[in-house]
Nanobody
Framework: QVQLVESGGGLVQAGGSLRLSCAAS??????YAWFRQAPGKERQFAAG??????????DYADSVKGRFGISGDNAKNTVYLQMNNLKPEDTAVYYC?????????????????WGQGTQVTVSS
């Protein structure tokens, strides 16, 4: 059974950092992504990480570019989201998503597998 399990969320002050983890079990994927959903708002793409041949690539939403970093550990089948200089507007539930497709971009409907989410709260 395929599972994506997120961890690492919590409460942090503005300007602080958190690292989210997404551990995949059951199989590996070509593409992973982090989405987030703030209260009362639609789910939004935050960062994506994918393998093409022997190379790995990343993409970020403009709102997190320069502050967030996505990376992977093949040995642990885990993807990380390092979040620095956090702002109150980063407060959201963060979801890990995965697909075997080449990076399909910002459309969450193109990701077949999802984790349960982890809460990130940034206080001002």
């Amino acid at each position: 059974q395929v599972q994506l399990v997120e961890s690492g969320g919590g409460l942090v002050q503005a300007g602080g950092s958190l690292r989210l983890s997404c551990a995949a079990s059951g199989r590996t994927f070509r593409t992973y992504a982090w989405f987030r959903q703030a209260p009362g708002k639609e789910r939004q793409f935050a960062a994506g990480f994918w393998r093409s041949g022997e190379s790995y690539y990343a993409d970020y939403a403009d709102s997190v570019k320069g502050r967030f970093g996505i990376s992977g550990d093949n040995a642990k089948n885990t993807v990380y989201l390092q979040m620095n200089n956090l702002k109150p507007e980063d407060t959201a539930v963060y979801y890990c998503a995965a697909t075997e497709r080449n990076f399909p971009g910002l459309n969450g409907a193109m990701y077949e597998y999802w984790g349960q989410g982890t809460q990130v709260t940034v206080s001002s």
